[in-house]
């Protein structure tokens, strides 16, 4: 197998003649050669340009590489040598933070003044540095326990919004044929309102137990969780016949990661660094639909 990446950088503006010089120069100091790949392309939305590398890049030299496409407004992707875009078959988002711009819980949360108690264990979470999601989400369901079940309702209408570029990624991907599935930590109350406003073929997610119109502060059934998720996207995979390798995965927080570790194109999007520095594309910059012009 050829020991190369496809560098692909993405960006609102056009890719500027210093970006591609001050890249090809650091790669050189790195002991790396770029070699133009079929010039700047643009969707309408997005810019792109592509380089291969003629050897793989650690993580450091991602890093670098990817600081400099920054100072220009870009995101860079490291494509791996395998990669066989014409098969991607599966498109697996995570839903908070990702898809959307906020973290549900957090948001319901608030409607007892505990929006601060909940949203520092569920950062500390996506940091990475609570391990045990499950755990996790028990103690910050638990502190919901007596909130109405309309506050559900109200956080949907009131604050919950698609990210940039949502609707055309998922539009997008359909039209390309690839399955879209939504797998979340969240709840099942906003990925089935999601599933009808985008149009996912598949949504898995937690399903918060309510009684007598209130919260319990419980979760039913299994909780969905990193290793669930991953399960979640190997069952879509053999069920289409393909695998893991045939997916672009999509997450922010350190439980998407087993998720994300194999897939295709895994994308971290504003995400944690624990995230970013594992994710072959760091979006920062551009819409969750510059995704599409990974896999023209």
Not at 41 to 49: K, Q
Not at 129 to 142: H, Q, Y
Request: glycine residues 8%.
């Amino acid at each position: 197998m050829p020991n190369y990446q496809t560098l692909v950088a993405l960006s609102q503006e056009p890719i500027s003649e210093k970006l591609v010089f001050e890249l090809k120069d650091q790669a050189i100091q790195l002991g790396v050669t770029l070699q133009s790949v079929g010039g700047q392309i643009s969707n309408g939305t997005y810019h792109s340009e592509r380089w291969q590398a003629d050897r793989h890049l650690d993580i450091s030299q991602r890093e670098q590489l990817r600081s400099i496409a920054g100072r220009f407004n870009a995101d860079l992707c490291f494509l791996r040598a395998d990669l066989e875009i014409n098969k991607i078959r599966v498109l697996a988002m995570d839903m908070d933070s990702t898809l959307i711009n906020i973290e549900c819980i957090d948001e319901i949360a608030d409607f007892t003044g505990k929006k601060a108690a909940v949203a520092e264990i569920t950062e500390a979470t996506m940091r990475g540095e609570i391990k045990d999601f499950k755990e996790s989400l028990r103690r910050r369901v638990a502190l919901l326990e007596g909130i109405s079940a309309d506050s559900l309702e109200a956080v949907y209408k009131e604050r919950l919004r698609p990210n940039p570029g949502a609707a055309e990624l998922i539009a997008g991907a359909h039209q390309r044929g690839i399955y879209t599935l939504l797998v979340s930590g969240g709840f099942t109350f906003f990925t089935e309102k999601l599933r009808e406003q985008l149009g996912f073929k598949q949504t898995q997610a937690n399903t918060l137990e309510i009684i007598n119109g209130k919260l319990t502060g419980k979760v039913l059934g299994d909780i969905v969780d990193g290793i669930a998720k991953a399960a979640f996207l190997d069952d879509a995979c053999r069920k289409l016949g393909c695998s893991k390798a045939n997916s672009i995965t999509m997450g922010d927080g350190a439980n998407d990661l087993i998720m994300m570790n194999g897939s295709g194109i895994s994308v971290a999007y504003k995400a944690k660094p624990v995230v970013k520095e594992k994710a072959d594309a760091a979006f920062d910059r551009v819409g969750l639909d510059a995704a599409l012009l990974l896999i023209p």
